[in-house]
T-cell receptor, first 116, second 108 residues
């Protein structure tokens, strides 16, 4: 089956620093990947759609300058949380589907970010 | 966007019992998936089911696209079935919309 990995799985950083999270499709190509954020005991909230070779599309209310997304290849998308603050602490999850469809989503294991 | 509603929000079962989780959606969809989120946060794909019925062991799912709902059946529940079950739909807007989830607690 299709596998999506994320790195790191857990990160603690100090307020004001930047953190990069990687999302990789291990055994398939993904022209589109998605980034979600999940607060405790809540559902997943779509942050942005990452498109290979073009700019990401951000959901309303998501600061594109704070959450930088780069999709440099068909197997890698990165999310950089810039100038992190404690309120950015959350669980971040990426997903991808096979280029050309169907639209079955495969999710990474998530990254738990704690900003102190 | 599409509204996705799941019910019940919480469910407590005794081990061995059966249950049905429901997912209603407000518009036509191209894809519907059921996931189980384990205690570590990983979303496990259960079913990719835009329409029809599928079965996988003790789990089965049915989607009636024309009536805009899907059902997830869990039979002979086990404590390892505990966790949160999410329904999510893929729309013509090229986005995946999640329901709010059903938190299942199976007691021994």
């Amino acid at each position: 089956g299709a596998v999506v990995s994320q790195h790191p799985s857990r990160v603690i950083c100090k307020s004001g620093t930047s953190v990069k999270i990687e999302c990789r499709s291990l055994d398939f190509q993904a022209t589109t990947m998605f980034w979600y954020r999940q607060f405790p005991k809540q559902s997943l909230m779509l942050m942005a759609t990452s498109n290979e070779g073009s700019k990401a599309t951000y959901e309303q209310g998501v600061e594109k300058d704070k959450f930088l997304i780069n999709h440099a290849s068909l197997t890698l998308s990165t999310l950089t949380v810039t100038s992190a603050h404690p309120e950015d602490s959350s669980f971040y999850i990426c997903s991808a589907y096979l280029a050309g469809g169907p639209y079955e989503q495969y999710f990474g294991p998530g990254t738990r970010l704690t900003v102190t | 966007g599409i509204q996705v509603e799941q019910s019940p929000p919480d469910l407590i079962l005794q081990e061995g019992a059966n249950s049905t989780l429901r997912c209603n959606f407000s518009d036509s969809v191209n894809n519907l998936q059921w996931f189980h989120q384990n205690p570590w946060g990983q979303l496990i794909n259960l079913f990719y089911i835009p329409s029809g019925t599928k079965q996988n062991g003790r789990l089965s799912a049915t989607t009636v696209a024309t009536e805009r709902y899907s059902l997830l059946y869990i039979s002979s529940s086990q404590t390892t079935d505990s966790g949160v079950y999410f329904c999510a739909v893929w729309s013509n807007f090229n986005k995946f919309y999640f329901g709010s989830g059903t938190k299942l607690n199976v007691k021994p």
